[in-house]
């Protein structure tokens, strides 16, 4: 009668179906079956407390004492580390309530116990918040990234990091009005550790023209600078695909000058072969014939100058590689 109610239910209806059903079945007298339903269910999450100590008893009912005493042992280990609370939702229950009442301590504990057993970008949410609560701004950036990790598709890990950066240089700007440059620069550098952003680089630098220290400047500006020409490249081609998507739209109406227009607009802006043959499908559709052949010859003129581009910057990579080997202590001087 047990088994035909628990045949009703799923995981989401009760957390623990599949064990009451392998103990319903042990009790059947299939304890074999039983105890291999139990280590399936430990394949999916090997920290179940519930189901390491009752495949224990199982094992011990068998008479296999050795393997018995080990998920018996194992289940101790985890039970002390979670204060013997063997459910996973009632240890977050506790922790809820412990950060509601403000015992951050313990809320912190039982929240890192479950972390480390069932990943979850919301434990690591509160995780980084109470870390942040506390003024430990170094874990909470570890427990923010680990979010971000867990579900890249949210924007609160992001916007979470964004906040310590803008404390650190908060405080920065401040040291730095006040003269102090040492420690503004020290700042500064946490807010880097945090996000590197191209304003927040530009400021270390201008913190470091204070100390006098050029060589530490030059080397933040020369990062500022690749990184404003990493953001142009972004946008650039942020607004070359919605101008593909303009172009495809132009095409799917039948509108074919305007497709044309569009993608001649497109291909100047970035070699792409794609949007080549797209043109060229177009032109010889519209038996343009003369403006074919002038698409065919901007091509290979196209191809010829990214082609040299492509020679000139590898050995510009090559000329930076023999200078910074040059420029390497030789270790048998040294010795």
Known sequence: MALEALDGLTNRDFDTVELLRAIAIEQKGHLGKAINNLQQLLGKNEYHRY??????????????????????????????????????????????????????????????????????????????????????????????REMSKLNPDSHVADSKLREIHDYYVDR??????????????????????????????????????????????????????QLMAAKKERDQEEHRQKMIQKGKTYLKEKKYIQAIDSFEKILRMKVDKTIFVQLATLYKALKKNNDLADLEERWAKMLAHDEKLKRYEKEKEREQQSKDASEEPDDRMTE
């Open 172 to 225: 920065a700007e401040t040291l730095f009005t006040d003269g102090k440059y040492k420690p503004a620069v020290d700042y500064f550098h946490k807010a880097l550790g945090v996000l590197r952003l191209p304003e927040t680089v530009k400021r270390t630098a201008e913190t470091y023209k204070q100390l006098n220290n050029s060589e530490r400047e030059q080397e933040f500006l020369d990062e500022w600078q």
């Open 51 to 144: 189901y390491n100590v009752n495949i224990g008893l199982m094992y011990r009912r068998a008479k296999k004492q050795f393997i018995a005493t080990k998920y018996l042992i194992k289940t101790a280990a985890l039970l002390e580390k979670s204060g013997g609370i063997y459910s996973m939702q009632v240890l977050l229950h506790e922790a809820d309530e412990a950060y509601e009442q403000g015992r951050l301590k313990k809320a912190l504990n039982y929240y890192q116990i479950a972390a480390s057993e069932i990943p979850n970008a919301e434990i690591g949410l509160k995780i980084g918040t109470i870390f942040v609560e506390r003024k430990k701004y170094d874990e909470a950036v570890e427990a923010f």
